[in-house]
């Protein structure tokens, strides 16, 4: 067992927790912050991806210890009060979800593919979104939603 | 009363009303829910594909801290049932956790019950078990021998099924080949084929997963399950597990994805059932995702002799196709009907005058089949349209115009075909054309020939497909072909509405609330439609087949057609007025021709719940109910095009262009339909590029995660074009088809056949998926597919 201490969002949170604890399992279970999801056991389909220290991450890639002292962002910390961040307007706007399950973890990666690049390509879209998999809707209303993102200036 | 003029809803690009929670991370999917108490299970599993079991020994998991029991296959087999099927075939012994022989890797052999994930996960490994291994056997046409292996004493040679005729002259008395010989022996081309398509697996990228809560004081059971028919669940698990229907109530929370995978009742849910009622404790189980290719249903795999016969100015004499379907090592919920589809579809969009189709379904070492997006029809398009592509070669006609041909004529609808089929409407030129126009055909072969003139290999690939939806009426269904809807108009004019087509993505939440405010002329605001909760929603069927909108969309269009009738009579006697002349919009109902004389529909409501006079003959209040069952199953069609480029280097291929003109019928929303077709699309490509699931020959599994089955990434495709044609259905009251599965269907041929023509240069005429740049290497370099 070790104790550690995470800030999630904004919310400094410390628990005595299993060193094989995963993230994504300490985020769901612990916390109870279940929008972040688990697709697969093999660091592939990033349904699991929050935000450690401001940059996107795979949640169930890393233990709990490892995130310790560090500032983490789930879906549900993304909005701002009750304003939705540019992304969730863009794959609301431009029906980005089907079934939602890999949603959290797309719209947590886009956010750090927006701002590595604010104003990308549809194939620097597609490209930066390899370690996110969609099997509901074959990826195009994803793409236009972080376009729509991108128009608004969500990576600025 | 000069509020706004509501637009109609029906046909408009809806954003969709489930969004806001789930861009929030506010969904409940089954693997949130969460019960004081709850315990976890985790199944040991056969790590070898055939073989009996000599010993288990469970003490070192029983040993291990927090774990509650462990239960091997003999113990649960004390108070568990065998494994149900939704078919009238026959079936081997099934059970959920297996006893004496195991049969493919993956097939659970004990149970654990423990205080958390972790612990179950420990206690499951340390479970040992001892085989005597048995022979194996995984080549479908080699299991037909007998040799090596046997899986099921009663079923000699492994054949699960038939072989089963089907077509011309075709009878359950008899079968008459004269026809389907005469259309051989008259044709001036023969093309003979032997194709795969080839196993694919579901892959929702929620697992699958159940929590069961018994409470015994109650004697009741809740399960909640990532299903897409709860109502189905709710049957077998009440018959398992010795409960009434009425002491279950079956719950499908948010439900990330199915694709046909999540009709079945799997056994880690009947034993979550049984143990939780034995044990009196909530249980929950979540699949892994290695557990799923394991475990979850695969789809597809039949392999195919095909023979078409045609005139040389390319009209279609007759169809022959041999079917032999790996069904795998046990039938599950519909197992064995699936590839019985193919047959039914043999036809095509063609008027085919002599078809003999006879199906196989065979017993080997590997994981179930069933349903998978499209589920036995896109076998049957692949089979006729890489026929009907290499016919089109064969002759040098444009593959096109060979379709062209053979097609059935808008006029003859509805039109039985030699399989049996009736299909409802169709105009399938209109589809050709529009495809073509879309796409540039002249244009784009153009293209590709000055690529090719380049030295890059370039191909076009074309395919027309009908497909089956909608199924109904009851008789074509084990579960009945009907589905169920209940609409209240509420005290204060809002409006609750159920559906038993319980969704898993397809935003019904959404579509349906557009109805239901168009149909009663009120705001999409003041409807909720629920669903999944057999609790809640009394009567359902669920969510497969493409059947959500032309089957549950009709029910929901009937029960709310009976409670605006009923409406009506109220306001009809608050308004001293006829009930034939009065209008509802614009959230209020007014008498046609004197706009003045209204009552807000609120107000109408209310009063129906407090009728201080009540019209005679009327109850009070306002709910209705329907079940709708059609008349016939629906047939949607299309035609999809793609142009593919093969490297000549790697053999890799690069898909260059999609597009896809589907005919679904009435749309509701074309956002949310093109979404499904964009799904479609991208499962139907998969198959052909990049996913195959692979076993050796022993029988382990090749594809057992991520890392070896590829599921297309975004960078796999160009963006797809899409377009519709509207050819509405007569079969229920909104014309609307179904859209689900279409994409599937269409583009796997379209794509093989535009690779065949990039290596037409290499003298190929057929090449099986997946297109593994390996393949498509030795094709260039001169060896065989
Ligand atoms: S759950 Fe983390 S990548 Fe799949
Ligand atoms: S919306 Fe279902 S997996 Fe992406």
Known sequence: MARVSITVNGRKRSAEVETRLLLVHFLREQLNLTGTHVGCDTSQCGACTVLVDGRSAKSCTVFAVQADGAEVTTIEGLADGDRLHPLQEGFWEEHGLQCGYCTPGMIMSAVTLLHDNPAPTEQQIRDGLDGNLCRCTGYQHIVNAIQHAAASGSGR | ?785
Not at chain 2, 198 to 209: F, N, Q
Not at chain 2, 264 to 269: A, D, L
């Open chain 2, 1 to 785: 009363m000069a509020s706004p003029v509501l637009p109609k809803l029906v046909g408009q690009r809806v954003k969709r009303r489930e969004d806001p929670r789930l861009i929030q991370g506010r969904g409940t999917y089954v693997d949130d829910v969460k019960i004081t108490g709850m315990q976890h299970l985790a199944f040991k599993r056969s790590d070898i594909a055939h073989g009996r079991i000599r010993s288990i020994d469970t003490s070192a998991a029983e040993a291990v801290d927090g774990v509650e029991a462990v239960f091997t296959g003999a113990q649960i087999a004390e108070f568990l049932g065998p494994m149900p099927i939704g078919t009238p075939f026959p079936s081997p012994d099934h059970r959920a956790v297996a006893s004496d022989v195991v049969r493919y890797v993956g097939e659970p052999v004990a149970v654990v019950v423990a205080r958390d994930r972790y612990v179950a996960r420990d206690a499951a490994d340390a479970v040992t078990i001892e085989y005597d291994p048995l022979p194996v056997v995984v080549d479908p046409e080699q299991a037909l021998t007998g040799q090596p292996a046997v899986l099921h004493a009663d079923f000699p040679n492994n054949a699960a099924v038939g072989p089963l005729p089907s077509g011309t002259g075709a009878s359950p008395k008899a079968v008459d080949d004269t026809a389907i010989d005469q259309a051989f022996a008259e044709a001036d081309v023969v093309v003979s084929q032997r194709m795969v398509n080839h196993r694919l697996a579901p892959t929702s990228i929620e697992p699958r997963g159940v929590v069961a809560h018994y409470e015994p004081g109650k004697d009741a059971m809740t399960i909640w399950s990532s299903t897409q028919n709860p109502h189905i669940l709710r049957t077998f698990i009440a018959a398992l597990t010795g409960l009434g229907q009425d002491q279950v109530r079956a719950i499908a929370p948010e439900v990330g994805g199915g694709f046909g995978s999540k009709i079945n009742i799997y056994g880690e849910e009947y034993v979550a059932a049984a143990l939780s009622k034995r044990l009196g404790l909530p249980l929950k189980w979540v699949e892994d995702r290695s557990e799923a290719f394991l475990c979850t249903i695969h789809g597809r795999d039949i392999l195919a002799y095909v023979d078409l016969a045609a005139r040389r100015d390319g009209t279609v004499l007759g169809l022959k196709l041999r079917l032999v379907a790996d069904i795998g090592a046990y039938n599950m919920l519909l197992t064995a009907a699936i590839p019985t589809l193919t047959m039914t579809m043999a036809s095509n969009v063609y008027a085919i005058p002599a078809i003999r189709a006879t199906l196989t379904e065979v017993f080997t070492n590997k994981t179930p089949t069933d349903a998978y997006r499209g589920a036995g029809r896109p076998e049957a398009i692949y089979f006729v349209e890489r026929a009907m592509d290499m016919l089109a070669r064969e002759l040098g006609v444009d593959p096109a115009e060979v379709r062209r041909r053979n097609f059935i004529p808008s006029d003859r609808f509805p039109f039985k075909t030699q399989t049996g089929a009736v299909y409802d409407s169709g105009d399938y030129a209109k589809a050709l054309d529009r495809a073509l126009e879309k796409a540039g055909w002249e244009g784009l072969k153009a293209e590709r020939d000055a690529a090719r003139a380049e030295g890059r290999l370039v191909g076009l690939g074309l395919s027309m497909y009908v497909e089956v939806c909608g199924v109904g009426p009851s008789s074509g269904l084990p579960t009945g072909g009907w589905e169920h809807s209940q609409v209240t108009v509420e005290r204060d004019g809002r409006v609750s509405a159920t559906t038993g087509a319980s969704p898993h993505g397809q935003g019904n939440e959404t579509t349906f609330a557009q109805m239901l405010a168009d149909q009663l002329g009120i705001p999409m605001e003041h409807v909720r439609i629920h669903h999944g909760d057999t609790g809640v929603v009394k009567q359902g069927i669920g969510t497969f087949g493409s059947r959500s909108q032309a089957v549950g969309g009709a029910a929901l269009h009937l029960a709310g057609g009976k409670v605006k009738k009923k409406m009506a009579k109220f306001a009809a006697a608050l308004l001293e007025a006829h009930e034939g002349d009065l209008v509802f919009e614009n959230g209020t109902i007014s008498v046609k021709g004197s706009p003045s004389s209204a009552k807000s529909f609120a107000d109408v409501a209310g009063y129906a719940y407090r009728p201080v006079k009540l019209p005679e003959g009327l109850e009070p209040g306002l709910s209705e109910e329907a079940f709708f069952e059609p008349s016939n199953n629906t047939y949607p069609f299309g035609c999809h095009i793609a142009m593919l480029e093969v490297d000549r280097d790697t053999g890799e291929p690069r898909l260059l262009k999609m597009v896809a003109v589907d005919d679904a019928g009435h749309l509701i929303n074309p956002l949310i339909v093109e979404g499904q077709i964009h799904g479609g699309l991208a499962q139907g490509i998969g198959q052909a590029l990049i996913e195959e699931v692979a076993y050796s020959d022993d029988g382990q599994p090749l594809t057992g995660s991520f890392m070896d089955y590829a599921i297309p990434r975004a960078s796999d495709f160009p963006r797809f074009e899409l377009e519709s044609t509207v050819t509405p259905t007569p079969v229920n009251p909104l014309g609307a088809k179904g859209v689900g599965e279409a994409g599937t269907i269409g583009s796997t041929p379209c794509i093989v056949s535009a690779a065949v023509d990039a290596l037409s240069g290499f003298g190929v005429r057929h090449v099986d998926m997946m297109l593994r740049p390996e393949r498509l290497w030795r094709v260039i370099n001169g060896g065989q597919a």
